[in-house]
């Protein structure tokens, strides 16, 4: 005994000795990053939110990513966990289950759905059918395999990354307030969350920012930054057509340049010599290139940022967002300019008149762009200041539960259960960020006799589930309906992550305000009392939301009696919350106390892709008017009074093309803006650009014969200088012949 501690000090010292001459790095644990390109098909799908039929893609404004970090106990290696922040509106149980598949064929049991956590920051303006439950890809017509196979692609990408980055390093936590980029849409429903429980807060949101900040141990660079904060992705409205990440999509845009730029801030070698008439006079001099055949990955190595796994990682994920709105200046009747009904969110009885308004006002871009950057500026302070390291162990618990009817035990140890899924009439009034249809409004409690005629057509609910609902009343009792497959999850996941003193709890949809403040203070007195130590006022709990599966809202027992949307569409009955707290419970309880998790074999989520329908026909082939080429232009840049654009201009070119979906670009770009630099013309932005836009539709003459407009408004960084706007895509002489690629360019013009 004596002499294997001998032994073992000898390494010890050894060890030491080995990092002090080599100068090896070290840290408390082994940590690495990864991001990759998921943008969906820029055209003719679905878009996921809002579930309008006529939101399709038309464009991209910003790209989607899948941002992954991993973190490792450099003495037990298995002691791992992987966590991937989407660029969606969710995550997808079919999603998870094809990326365990594939992490399993490259890693063996390294990554398992119980260390792994998916989550969706809730953007809705991109690509949807991704999910597999009927009634989430309805208005996409069905399943998306276009939508969704990115999604795999990315997240595997991002992990594989992640895996080979793994490096000793430093990780540090900080929190603090994001003030004004979320409000509550439904405070009437949050009123009726208990007095002395709501006095306990000081806003009816949770204003905080949780960040994470990596440093790589040998270089002692930063490497990257997650953080959680609560506010809907819906900047964007239910009109938009152009996929985007939403604020939050934006936030990590702004803070990884921001990182980038302090990082490199060298590289300008802006021609500022030269007069801007002698500038004026070279542009006038360079014309349209017109269409020209490229290789399928010509649009690569136009990106302007580099992405080889090397780059910095700044995630922005979402928390318990269920009732934030990011339009935080109100919802008003479009009619009178008044604010609506307080109880209802509707005016004269109509949802559809009444819109929440973000900040930019009307314009939905601006106003993205300003909950973007409130998010991004708050996590740039806490990334400066974060001084305060996680140590401690790398645990996590995972478990399927079985919602549609868990026994619950309430006070007293009298037991009520969760009910088969089912919305109510408040689903389908939809919210002040994007109001729905049919005339129902938040709130109702009653079906008029013809919608009930309607829902019986498709499923009459059963009389247990329209008791067990109260006080909600059954528009789809989507649990109970099964044909031609599951129209709504019954099996879901929850897990807790743990990394030191941070608590990371993977909910698979959007719980409350109050909702998550209930979850994450059971689960930490449970940690704590039970934790022998490990555990206490220091420990920090986050949400990490719409993690793992999608099953809608989770709302408070008092709020679900007001049967606003949120409540609406909690979907397992008023006992919903009850339940993830007596689970988690469980979850935290055996995390304390250093037990294993107990899991039914049945209970484990179906995969239903061979079942789902796939209405959404592919793209057939691309035509031209006689004598063009793609990438010809159509419409070249219109040249301003003066000759000279300048910051907030949108020069733009269209551009006969082709349908985006024949190939996604993935890494690559549609849409490019390049500057003259000497002889040579260098990409300055492209499609991941906040500032460049990427437009597409189809000419009115035929439905084969496509438009692509690039479209650039200067930003205020921009230098004085000649540029020119570039496009790709590829086409598709007939449904199966070979995808072929095209390029072409504007003629210049001069920004001053
Ligand atoms: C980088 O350069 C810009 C422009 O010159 C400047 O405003 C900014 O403060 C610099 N950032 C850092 C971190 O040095
Ligand atoms: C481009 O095509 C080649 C040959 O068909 C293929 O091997 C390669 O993977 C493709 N690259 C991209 C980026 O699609
Ligand atoms: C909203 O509803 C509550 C009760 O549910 C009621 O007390 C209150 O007066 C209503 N407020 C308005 C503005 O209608
Ligand atoms: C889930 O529970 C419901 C109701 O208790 C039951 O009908 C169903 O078979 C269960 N599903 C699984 C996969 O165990
Ligand atoms: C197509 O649209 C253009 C511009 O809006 C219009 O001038 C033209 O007449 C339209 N052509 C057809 C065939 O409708």
Known sequence: MVSRKANQNSHFLLLVLAFAILGVAHGEYLIGLGSYDM??????????????????SAGVHFRLRARTFIVADPSDQRSRFAFVNLDAGMASQLVTIKVLERLRSRYGTLYKEENLAISGIHTHAGPGGYL?????????LGFVQQSFDPLVNAI?????????????????INSGDVENAGINRSP??????????????????????????????????????????????????????????????????????????????????????SSIGKLIKKAISIKATGGKPCDNSTSRSFKVRKSDGSQ?????????????????????????????????????????????????????????KIIGERQSNKAVDLFMSATKELTGKIDYRHMYLNFSGLVVE???GSKVRTCPAAVGPGFAAGTTDGPGMFGFQQGDTEINELWKRVRDLLKEPSQYQADCQKPKAVLLSSGEMFEPYAWAPAILPIQILRLGKLIILSVPGEFTTMAGRRLREAVKETLISNGGGEFDAETHIVIAGLTNTYSQYIATFEEYEQQRYEAASTLYGPHTLLAYIQQFNHLALAMAKGWGVLQPISWSPPDLSSKVLRLLADPFRDSLPKGKKFGDINQDVRKPEGGSFKTGDRPSAVFWSA?????????????????????????VYDDDDFSLYFKWKLDNSSSYTSLATVEWEVPKEASSGVYRLRHFGSSKKEQDAPIEYFTGTSSAFTVS
């Open 659 to 683: 349908n985006p979906r024949n190939d996604l670009l993935t890494e690559g770009t549609f849409a490019v803006v390049e500057m003259l630099r000497g002889q040579q013309w260098i990409p």
């Open 156 to 172: 595997e990408q991002s992990i594989v990354q992640a895996h080979q980055n793994l490096k000793p390093g430093s990780i540090f």
């Open 188 to 273: 009437s429903a949050y009123l009726f969350n208990p007095a002395e429980e709501r006095a306990r807060y000081p806003a009816n949101v949770d204003k905080e920012m949780t960040l994470l900040k990596f440093v790589d141990g040998a270089s002692v660079k930063s490497i990257g930054a997650f953080s959680w904060y609560a506010t809907h992705g819906t900047s964007m409205s239910r009109d938009n057509k152009l996929i985007s990440g939403d604020n939050k999509g934006a936030a990590a845009r702004f803070f990884e340049d921001w990182f980038t730029s302090s990082e490199s801030n060298s590289s300008s070698s802006v021609p500022t010599r």
């Open 312 to 368: 910095f990682v700044g995630a922005f994920c979402q928390s318990n967002v269920g009732d934030v709105s990011p339009n935080v200046l109100g919802a008003f009747c479009t009619d009178s300019g008044k604010p609506c009904d307080f109880n209802h969110s509707s005016c004269h009885g109509d949802v559809t008149l009444c819109i929440g308004r973000g900040p930019g006002y009307p314009d939905e871009i601006l106003s993205t």
């Open 39 to 56: 943008t969906g098909p820029a055209a003719q799908v679905n878009m996921m939110g809002y579930a309008n039929m006529d939101q399709n």
């Open 410 to 412: 309430i006070n007293g």
């Open 132 to 140: 597999q439950y009927l009634l989430y890809h309805v208005t996409s």
